[in-house]
């Protein structure tokens, strides 16, 4: 059960309150989305996970700012038998902070077998060498060949996600960064086997279609221009449809923000419609 789901129930009466508050099997798996994890703080993080009464094993915490090293180690401590932990976007974590809590879970003979943890500030290839080494000691099963990572924008958002990764991050071949490490979609650059062509690297190094996630060539970033801030590859912006007006597309996650016009199928985007509206206005001054 979600957590705004929890809270709800909790407030409706006090006896349905009481018995939510009481069943430990719906506190085990806490997972705390925005907005609310625009709130969340230690201390409450603390009080909501007291509920499990130390048998929590899921953790999901996503672009919770207000979240501190020592914090989320004083839950690990009451809770020593979870076994993931997602924390991505929440920047007041650091990677010393993330060692300490899977040092601990080692110490207690713990079973980590999940992290998530993009965006986390201070990342280096040290933490990381540390955190795989550690939780491949608790969890042989983990130890495993790289395999392949693609990039979809709404996997990066999403909180619950079917990757079955030990560790969502790796060190970029190319700046040498810790971040989520893709691997291109299209055929002809996966069969590359010298690593200085290969384009394998993170989201920064070689940007991204959104729409296939393969690599996109300086050309393409040129000619295949979007309506939104996302990107596109030629061959993926040639079959979507386009604004009646600047001839831009929009792309999958955005569409929300076309502007239908009377004609079936054909669509403005937000710039022209208010480049229209203004003009309009100029004229009625006149």
């Given at each position: 059960?979600?957590?705004?789901?929890?809270?709800?129930?909790?407030?409706?009466?006090?006896?349905?309150?009481?018995?939510?508050?009481?069943?430990?099997?719906?506190?085990?798996r806490?997972?705390?989305?925005?907005?609310l994890?625009?709130?969340l703080?230690?201390?409450?993080?603390?009080?909501?996970?007291?509920?499990?009464e130390?048998t929590?094993?899921?953790?999901?915490?996503?672009g919770?700012?207000h979240?501190?090293?020592?914090?989320?180690?004083?839950?690990?401590?009451?809770?020593?038998?979870?076994?993931?932990?997602?924390?991505?976007?929440?920047?007041?974590?650091?990677?010393?902070?993330?060692?300490?809590?899977?040092?601990?879970?080692?110490?207690?003979?713990?079973?980590?077998?999940?992290?998530?943890?993009?965006?986390?500030?201070?990342?280096?290839?040290?933490?990381l060498?540390?955190?795989?080494?550690?939780?491949?000691?608790?969890?042989?099963?983990?130890?495993?060949?790289?395999s392949?990572?693609?990039?979809?924008?709404?996997?990066?958002?999403?909180?619950?996600?079917?990757?079955?990764?030990?560790?969502?991050v790796?060190?970029?071949?190319?700046?040498?960064?810790?971040?989520p490490?893709?691997?291109?979609?299209?055929?002809?650059?996966?069969?590359?086997?010298?690593?200085?062509?290969?384009?394998?690297?993170?989201?920064?190094?070689?940007?991204?279609?959104?729409?296939c996630?393969?690599?996109?060539?300086?050309?393409?970033?040129?000619?295949a221009?979007?309506?939104?801030?996302?990107?596109?590859?030629?061959?993926?912006?040639?079959?979507?449809?386009?604004?009646?007006?600047?001839?831009?597309?929009?792309?999958?996650?955005?569409?929300?923000?076309?502007?239908?016009?009377?004609?079936?199928?054909?669509?403005?985007?937000?710039?022209?419609?208010?480049?229209?509206?203004?003009?309009?206005?100029?004229e009625?001054?006149?």
């Amino acid at each position: 059960m979600r957590l705004p789901e929890l809270l709800a129930y909790w407030r409706i009466c006090r006896l349905l309150g009481e018995a939510v508050a009481g069943d430990l099997h719906l506190w085990r798996r806490l997972a705390v989305e925005r907005p609310l994890s625009g709130w969340l703080t230690d201390q409450v993080l603390l009080k909501l996970t007291a509920r499990a009464e130390g048998t929590l094993r899921s953790l999901r915490l996503f672009g919770c700012l207000h979240e501190s090293d020592a914090g989320l180690l004083r839950v690990v401590e009451h809770n020593p038998r979870v076994t993931e932990i997602y924390v991505p976007a929440c920047a007041g974590l650091t990677g010393d902070g993330v060692v300490k809590i899977v040092q601990l879970l080692h110490e207690r003979k713990g079973n980590i077998s999940r992290l998530r943890l993009d965006g986390i500030s201070g990342m280096s290839k040290h933490h990381l060498d540390i955190i795989m080494s550690l939780m491949c000691k608790g969890n042989p099963q983990g130890q495993q060949d790289r395999s392949p990572l693609f990039y979809n924008h709404r996997a990066r958002e999403a909180l619950d996600t079917n990757d079955e990764r030990p560790i969502d991050v790796d060190l970029c071949p190319v700046c040498a960064n810790v971040r989520p490490v893709f691997d291109c979609t299209r055929d002809d650059c996966r069969k590359v086997r010298d690593s200085l062509w290969r384009c394998q690297g993170c989201y920064f190094c070689f940007p991204r279609c959104e729409k296939c996630g393969g690599c996109i060539s300086p050309e393409d970033l040129v000619e295949a221009d979007l309506a939104c801030s996302d990107l596109m590859c030629l061959d993926c912006w040639l079959t979507v449809p386009k604004c009646s007006t600047c001839n831009r597309p929009y792309c999958e996650r955005h569409e929300n923000l076309m502007v239908s016009l009377s004609m079936a199928g054909q669509f403005s985007c937000q710039r022209c419609k208010e480049l229209d509206a203004s003009h309009g206005n100029q004229e009625d001054d006149y």
